[in-house]
């Protein structure tokens, strides 16, 4: 019986990943690069097959590939129906793709369907979801940069914001990164820039556009991940509400967020800016680490810290910028504060 194959776009093909498991038939390597969040990788080649496979089609021809990739794949074909009839479950239903929606996903259709699996390709592949994805980011909405000091409990204030009712995108928690040297403690592997922005797009997916998001501030990187050009723009250009509490307030929350860590961890963050530190802090700041005494460190950190942003901040147009003086340490109580001045710069807007 032959088995038709039915293709779906990318918007169809998103809104089934709903309700519908996706696998990604893609070489391991080409899925941790960058893959549709929840996709499930069923490769139909490995790295070093699929290389093969090229080497072949390149220096003789076609068929002589198809032929290779037929004895690749067919003692393997057994156990990938058998995992993508476990990922379909009691629906039997999938939905695959590959880089270009081409001979790898409709192989593995074939496959599935054969298997009793209901499946749906997504129409030019992974590559046309990206140039879905990179559209989306570039388009217009609106949005809000929560910004302050560094140890201004901005992650726990959107947290808040949040729980009442406001639409938050968690960059941070995106990039798996917090944002400085010291951003990678205690956080799992970062994920690629690429993989950044497919999460980024299936978090404002979530969102309306018509209605305000707020967003942490940020610089063009998050640790390793690069912030989407599109999106930092936007980011660039949006209003910012910043809490500038003093140092005296925001030591409790940074002594209990980074005292948790060995002495020999937060001295190889504090040496990634020793450079901007400067010798004499940065030999300061280390030996306070050293006797724990990690009030002084935090103290010496934030004079760097503390400067970089104020200066940052200076670059933006007078009238973008909202300054919370003095706050509280209470990330509800600052939410809060945020939300109310986030209605009157609205109210303001459409002249209410």
């Known amino acids: 019986m032959r088995i038709q194959e039915v293709r779906s776009g990318v918007k169809e093909f998103i809104a089934l990943s709903a309700s ?7 070489t391991p390597s080409e899925f941790n690069k960058g893959h549709i969040p929840g996709a499930v990788n069923i490769a139909l ?15 003789q021809d076609q068929l002589s590939a198809i032929k290779l990739g037929l004895d690749i794949a067919g003692p393997k074909m057994s156990d990938m ?29 074939w496959l599935f369907s054969n298997g009793g699996i209901d499946c749906s390709v997504l129409e030019g592949g992974y590559k046309a979801y990206r140039n879905y994805v990179l559209a989306e980011l570039a388009r217009p909405g609106r949005m809000i940069v929560l910004g302050g000091l560094t140890g201004s409990g901005k992650t726990a204030i959107l947290e808040e914001l949040s729980l009442l009712g406001e639409q938050v995108i968690d960059l941070e ?21 690429e993989h ?17 998001t707020f967003v942490e501030d940020e610089s063009h990187n998050i640790g390793s991940v690069n912030i989407n050009h599109g999106f930092f723009e936007k980011m660039s250009s ?12 925001r030591l409790p929350r ?14 190889r963050s504090v040496k990634k800016i020793s450079a901007r530190l400067g010798g004499v802090n940065t030999a300061n700041a280390i030996e306070a680490i050293r006797s724990n005494n990690l009030d002084r460190a935090i103290e010496i950190v934030l004079v760097y810290y503390d400067k970089t942003y104020r200066f940052g901040l200076a670059q933006r147009q007078e009238e973008q910028v909202f300054l919370i003086e003095n706050p509280s340490d209470d990330p509800y109580e600052n939410a809060l504060r945020v939300k109310m001045l986030a209605d009157e710069m609205d109210d303001r807007a459409t002249g209410a």
């Open 20 to 26: 519908t498991p996706v696998v990604d038939v893609r």
């Open 45 to 59: 080649f490995s790295d070093d097959e699929r290389s093969r496979v090229g080497t072949v089609y390149k220096q």
């Open 81 to 109: 129906l058998s995992r993508a009839l476990k990922v379909a479950g009691k629906k039997k239903k999938l939905l695959l793709y590959c880089w270009r929606g081409g001979s790898r996903s409709a192989s593995m259709a």
């Open 173 to 193: 928690g995106l990039a798996c990164h917090k944002g400085s040297a010291f951003g990678a403690l205690g956080q799992p592997a970062q994920p690629s820039s």
């Open 196 to 212: 950044f922005e497919n999460l980024l797009f299936e978090a404002l997916g979530k969102t309306c556009r018509e209605q305000r």
């Open 238 to 249: 949006s209003k910012v509400i910043a809490l500038m509490p003093d140092i005296k307030t």
């Open 254 to 267: 940074l002594k209990e967020e980074y005292g948790v860590y060995p002495p020999d961890q937060l001295i």
